[in-house]
């Protein structure tokens, strides 16, 4: 069995300022990592993945996300935010030999400026 | 290249009636995934279609049913519905990769209310 736990519902930055997405999962299998990101209205884009390959990944729009098996963790972070980053994100854990993906309940990043 | 596309984008029904929701897999994706998304939260997996089966099953009543035809494309149907059915319904492709798939990518979701 899996979960996830995005700790902070909402976070709000600066703009400019580090964005950090908090997100621990548990997995009874080595699992696969993602985070996805949603804009209202829309359906889920993926941001980055870790599939047990380098510990840091570098996904699109300058997030980047450290794999920490110590700490069953998998944070997402941003040093600069932009008003464009402002929307809700989604951490998620697959083991590697299933397909069905567990969620977060999600994070609501706002950008002030 | 087209991705994830789905259908229809709106949908308002009443308690009891049944639905049917499409979707139309990313080119070269074999296996499609369903998603329901209630307000406020995250994605919760409904089932999975690989070879025009169902290859795995979430928590979810017999009322979600669903179907994959041979082009990959995917149909969920819900029965007798209710008013907690209102969601956003994500379908997702990827590849079969053995047991397991290769990355999913979501399509934009159809937005379903019951009245």
């Known amino acids: 069995a899996q979960s996830v736990t995005q700790l902070g519902s909402h976070v709000s930055v600066s703009e400019g300022a580090l964005v950090l997405l908090r997100c621990n999962y548990s997995?009874?299998?080595?699992?696969?990592l993602f985070w996805y990101v949603q804009y209202p209205n829309q359906g889920l884009q993926l941001l980055l993945k870790y599939t047990s390959a380098a510990t840091l990944v570098k996904g699109i729009n300058g997030f980047e996300a450290e794999f920490k098996k110590s700490e069953t963790s998998f944070h997402l972070t941003k040093p600069s935010a932009h008003m464009s980053d402002a929307a809700e994100y989604f951490c998620a854990v697959r083991p590697t030999n299933a397909g069905k993906s567990t969620f977060g309940d999600g994070t609501t990043l706002t950008v002030k400026p | 290249d087209a991705g994830v596309t789905q259908s229809p984008t709106h949908l308002i029904k009443t308690r009891g009636q049944q639905v049917t929701l499409r979707c139309s897999p990313k080119s070269g994706h074999d296996t499609v995934s369903w998603y329901q998304q209630a307000l406020g939260q995250g994605p919760q997996f409904i089932f999975q279609y690989y070879e025009e089966e169902e290859r795995q099953r979430g928590n979810f009543p017999d009322r979600f049913s669903g179907h994959q035809f041979p082009n990959y494309s995917s149909e969920l149907n819900v029965n007798a519905l209710l008013l907690g059915d209102s969601a956003l319904y994500l379908c997702a492709s990827s590849r079969a990769t053995g047991v397991s798939t290769d990355t999913q990518y979501f399509g934009p979701g159809t937005r379903l209310t019951v009245l």
């Open positions: 997995s009874s299998v080595p699992p696969y």
